[in-house]
């Protein structure tokens, strides 16, 4: 009772619950006892430990080590750390960490005290070590108290499991919290690198006291000390961005230094902390190139992921093309999780490795079936970003999708609806795959409406390709969604529910439910709208063809160029032509389009190959300015007149080295249908090819179009 009352508060129980404490784990409490164990108990020890010799080669999902060889201080956190088997193939948290199996052996570690192998009688060593700990409390050394952390990391998880229930367990917790500030830097590393073993909470007390612990002493530990602790915060699952932070300020005074492993491990833990600066990144991405030809397939997708978590992309194309290269001449070697990792960056850098790609989709189009339902849809999504389109992938991913939907999240299944709808393509089991997606989207409603984006996404990308789910679309046009989505009202939200509520009222009559108001349209920012000049600056074909048909029509009171459909911000141009075929003046829209002519200001924009250049003043007539009104109100009268939009499509608008359409450019075309256009289409590679002639050839060619629309 004595000892009881010398407990911290905390820690003060009554007497009976003293002895429950171990009850089971059916170990005795003194030492004297343990070396009477009876023979039943040594042998149940003798099979648990047995049991854990047999699983003690899974760790870090990666690599096995011999006996006989003594792990490096790196790899401490590794050799603690068993990867569960979820059934797919890989641990999302430990994958990863896959890297750690290719680096070299060689690479600068601490200098931690090598541990000793696992023997049957380890369970009693940290037995007798927390027994004393319980009777002597503040005699034990710092040492002692050191080394019991490390026998205990030795245990399996049976063992673990049970020992973080013990209360003994938790006092040598306190004393590492009280007494962490002796500890020489050797020690902190083991006591938090065992800790990664144990599995503790990440929100225990003594986490947040090492915490600050290696906050004040970051700065006096060398990179690789630095790297291991940030490692083993993440293994541990809990966040310390304060000393994150505080690595990288040294790291960026010393990059030079950073050897390849070093570098690796480093974008591992950017990446995994999602946090990083562009001048660091910049210098990182020089150090790629100083080890390009030296990293493995694991490292590149461990640089690769790195870069895309923290959102920076590769910029150089000498490290992209090289990484591809690399991965596309292994890629019957590459596993599900390195693979995906990579297409990630190739597609956040935009960045078209035909190899890579070519192989993927021949490699990996029969593995399909064997891959979760997340790693398929990020295949898929990359080749949908860069516009890539490879039929037998597709299928089968769309296969994959429905049999393994209940893996899906609701912003997996918002990704593989836009990876399909955007390329315009409905696959084999498009019917099933279409009518399960949809399923999924009520049957995880609440998970939507957490995530209104998800929900936008979805619906948007069914309108590519003339799908729309009413009671669906009832609910995201609806009062209470759009309250709901104020919170996180971006750009990309503001602009897919006005592309939503626009689509609906064109190719939907028979839709009665929920539509936006007015009044929120107009609320809507400027950038929603898109702009005409800056389409005008930036799509040359636009520039060029805009000018030639000022020169064929004889003014530009004959045509108007601007977002024909102004929820769709592409750019064409609108003719009207009477009975005869004759253009005859545009009457303009009563939505005028932003100009520099309405601050007097003149910008000119030199047209190559043409003898003119658009002002201000002349851009104004062609979009439809207010100013350009020169033309008579009963000139503008129309009585029957057939209304045509020019349509030239850029490379964007177009699959990958194809001519079909992209799903909003299609989307595009069939709405203007309905809004009683007829369209005279102009591919980019039309226009190309028609420039190659002189100018009255291109004139006589563009003449021929206008004669017939579609």
Same mark, same amino acid.
């Given at each position: 009772?004595?000892?009881?009352?010398?407990?911290?508060?905390?820690?003060?129980?009554?007497?009976?619950?003293?002895?429950?404490?171990?009850?089971?784990?059916?170990?005795?409490?003194?030492?004297?006892?343990?070396?009477?164990?009876?023979?039943?108990?040594?042998?149940?020890?003798?099979?648990?430990?047995?049991?854990?010799?047999?699983t003690?080669?899974?760790?870090?999902?990666?690599?096995?080590?011999?006996?006989?060889?003594?792990?490096?201080?790196?790899?401490?956190?590794?050799?603690?750390?068993?990867?569960?088997?979820?059934?797919?193939?890989?641990d999302?948290?430990?994958?990863?960490?896959?890297?750690?199996?290719?680096?070299?052996?060689?690479?600068?570690?601490?200098?931690?005290?090598?541990?000793?192998?696992?023997?049957?009688?380890?369970?009693?060593?940290?037995q007798?070590?927390?027994?004393?700990?319980?009777?002597?409390?503040?005699?034990?050394?710092?040492?002692?108290?050191?080394?019991?952390?490390?026998?205990?990391? #030795?245990?399996?998880?049976?063992?673990?499991?049970?020992?973080?229930?013990?209360?003994?367990?938790?006092?040598?917790?306190?004393?590492?919290?009280?007494?962490?500030?002796?500890?020489?830097? =050797?020690?902190?590393?083991?006591?938090?690198?065992?800790?990664?073993?144990?599995?503790?909470?990440?929100? &225990?007390?003594?986490?947040?006291?090492?915490?600050?612990?290696?906050?004040?002493?970051?700065?006096?530990?060398?990179?690789?000390?630095?790297?291991?602790? @940030?490692?083993?915060?993440?293994?541990?699952?809990?966040?310390?961005?304060?000393?994150?932070?505080?690595?990288?300020?040294?790291?960026?005074?010393?990059?030079?230094?950073?050897?390849?492993?070093?570098?690796?491990?480093?974008?591992?833990?950017?990446?995994? *902390?999602?946090?990083?600066?562009?001048s660091?990144?910049n210098?990182?991405?020089?150090?790629?190139?100083?080890?390009?030809?030296?990293?493995?397939?694991?490292?590149?997708?461990?640089?690769?992921l790195?870069?895309?978590k923290?959102?920076?992309?590769?910029?150089?194309?000498?490290?992209?093309?090289?990484?591809?290269?690399?991965?596309?001449?292994?890629?019957?070697?590459?596993?599900?999780?390195?693979?995906?990792?990579?297409?990630?960056?190739?597609r956040?850098?935009?960045?078209?490795?035909?190899?890579?790609?070519?192989?993927?989709?021949?490699?990996?189009?029969?593995?399909?079936?064997?891959?979760?339902?997340?790693?398929?849809?990020?295949?898929?999504?990359?080749?949908? @970003?860069? &516009?890539?389109?490879?039929?037998?992938?597709?299928?089968?991913?769309?296969?994959?999708?429905?049999?393994?939907?209940d893996?899906?999240?609701? #912003?997996?299944i918002?990704?593989?609806?836009?990876?399909?709808?955007?390329?315009?393509?409905q696959?084999?089991? !498009?019917?099933?795959?279409?009518?399960?997606?949809?399923?999924?989207?009520?049957?995880? #409603?609440?998970?939507?409406?957490? *995530?209104?984006?998800?929900?936008?996404?979805?619906?948007?990308?069914?309108?590519?390709?003339?799908?729309?789910?009413?009671?669906?679309?009832?609910?995201?046009?609806?009062?209470?969604?759009?309250?709901?989505?104020a919170?996180?009202?971006?750009?990309?939200?503001?602009?897919?529910?006005?592309?939503?509520?626009?689509?609906?009222?064109?190719?939907?009559?028979?839709?009665?439910?929920?539509?936006?108001?007015?009044?929120?349209?107009?609320?809507?920012?400027?950038?929603?709208f898109?702009?005409?000049?800056?389409?005008?600056?930036?799509?040359?074909?636009?520039?060029?063809?805009?000018?030639?048909?000022?020169?064929?029509?004889?003014?530009?009171?004959?045509?108007?160029?601007?977002?024909?459909?102004? *929820?769709?911000?592409?750019?064409?141009? =609108?003719?009207?032509?009477?009975?005869?075929?004759?253009?005859?003046?545009? #009457?303009?829209?009563?939505?005028?389009?932003?100009?520099?002519?309405? @601050?007097?200001?003149?910008?000119?924009?030199?047209?190559?190959?043409? !003898?003119?250049?658009?002002?201000?003043?002349?851009?104004?007539?062609?979009?439809?300015?207010?100013?350009?009104?020169?033309?008579?109100? &009963?000139?503008?009268?129309?009585?029957? &007149?057939?209304?045509?939009?020019?349509?030239?499509?850029g490379?964007?608008?177009?699959?990958?080295?194809?001519?079909?359409?992209?799903?909003?450019?299609?989307?595009?075309?069939?709405?203007?249908?309905?809004?009683?256009?007829?369209?005279? =289409?102009?591919?980019?590679?039309?226009?190309? =090819? !028609?420039?190659?002639?002189?100018?009255?050839?291109?004139?006589?060619?563009?003449?021929?179009?206008?004669?017939?629309?579609?």
């Amino acid at each position: 009772m004595i000892a009881c009352m010398k407990l911290p508060g905390r820690l003060r129980p009554s007497l009976m619950r003293y002895s429950q404490v171990l009850s089971n784990m059916q170990i005795v409490r003194t030492s004297s006892v343990v070396n009477n164990l009876s023979s039943f108990e040594k042998s149940q020890t003798e099979q648990q430990h047995s049991s854990y010799k047999r699983t003690k080669g899974k760790v870090a999902g990666v690599y096995n080590r011999k006996e006989s060889e003594k792990p490096t201080a790196r790899f401490l956190v590794d050799s603690l750390v068993e990867i569960e088997d979820k059934g797919d193939g890989f641990d999302p948290r430990m994958a990863p960490r896959a890297f750690y199996a290719d680096s070299n052996s060689k690479a600068a570690h601490i200098p931690v005290k090598q541990w000793k192998n696992l023997d049957n009688q380890t369970s009693l060593l940290v037995q007798q070590f927390l027994n004393k700990l319980w009777i002597i409390k503040d005699n034990i050394s710092i040492d002692e108290l050191v080394e019991g952390f490390r026998l205990i990391a #030795k245990l399996d998880k049976i063992y673990l499991a049970q020992l973080v229930r013990d209360r003994k367990f938790h006092m040598a917790c306190d004393f590492v919290a009280n007494n962490c500030t002796q500890f020489t830097r =050797e020690q902190v590393v083991d006591v938090i690198v065992s800790l990664t073993a144990i599995r503790v909470s990440p929100n &225990h007390p003594t986490l947040a006291v090492l915490e600050e612990e290696c906050i004040k002493r970051a700065h006096l530990w060398g990179t690789p000390v630095q790297l291991q602790i @940030s490692d083993a915060w993440r293994v541990i699952g809990r966040s310390v961005p304060m000393y994150n932070n505080l690595v990288l300020q040294y790291i960026e005074k010393n990059w030079k230094a950073l050897n390849k492993h070093e570098l690796v491990q480093l974008l591992y833990i950017i990446g995994e *902390h999602r946090s990083s600066n562009a001048s660091l990144m910049n210098k990182l991405e020089t150090l790629l190139v100083k080890y390009l030809y030296q990293f493995t397939v694991k490292e590149i997708a461990t640089v690769c992921l790195g870069f895309f978590k923290s959102k920076f992309p590769i910029t150089s194309s000498t490290v992209l093309q090289r990484f591809g290269d690399h991965v596309s001449k292994n890629i019957h070697q590459v596993d599900s999780f390195s693979l995906v990792s990579v297409l990630k960056a190739f597609r956040y850098c935009h960045f078209r490795h035909r190899p890579l790609f070519d192989g993927v989709a021949q490699a990996i189009t029969p593995k399909i079936s064997k891959m979760s339902a997340v790693a398929a849809m990020h295949i898929g999504l990359t080749y949908a @970003s860069l &516009h890539l389109f490879n039929q037998p992938l597709l299928d089968a991913i769309a296969v994959n999708a429905v049999d393994k939907i209940d893996q899906c999240r609701s #912003k997996d299944i918002a990704k593989y609806l836009w990876t399909f709808c955007s390329l315009n393509y409905q696959p084999v089991n !498009a019917d099933e795959f279409f009518s399960v997606m949809v399923d999924q989207i009520f049957v995880k #409603k609440k998970e939507f409406m957490n *995530h209104p984006e998800h929900l936008l996404s979805c619906l948007v990308s069914m309108a590519y390709i003339n799908k729309y789910q009413y009671e669906l679309i009832n609910l995201a046009l609806g009062p209470t969604f759009r309250q709901n989505l104020a919170e996180k009202c971006t750009l990309e939200l503001s602009r897919n529910l006005y592309v939503l509520d626009s689509s609906v009222g064109i190719e939907c009559p028979n839709y009665t439910g929920s539509r936006l108001p007015q009044g929120f349209i107009k609320r809507l920012p400027p950038n929603v709208f898109g702009s005409v000049e800056h389409e005008l600056k930036f799509r040359q074909e636009m520039e060029e063809l805009t000018a030639l048909l000022l020169e064929v029509c004889g003014g530009s009171q004959f045509f108007r160029c601007d977002f024909i459909l102004p *929820h769709i911000t592409t750019l064409d141009i =609108e003719m009207h032509f009477d009975e005869n075929g004759m253009w005859v003046p545009v #009457k303009k829209s009563d939505v005028m389009s932003q100009s520099d002519a309405k @601050s007097n200001k003149k910008t000119r924009y030199q047209i190559p190959g043409l !003898a003119l250049q658009l002002d201000s003043d002349l851009l104004s007539k062609l979009t439809g300015d207010k100013y350009a009104q020169t033309v008579p109100d &009963h000139a503008q009268k129309e009585v029957n &007149h057939q209304k045509v939009v020019i349509v030239i499509t850029g490379r964007n608008h177009h699959r990958y080295d194809s001519e079909e359409l992209l799903g909003l450019q299609v989307m595009k075309k069939r709405q203007l249908h309905r809004q009683g256009y007829k369209l005279v =289409e102009i591919s980019h590679l039309e226009w190309e =090819e !028609a420039q190659k002639n002189d100018k009255e050839e291109c004139k006589m060619w563009l003449k021929k179009k206008l004669q017939s629309p579609s």
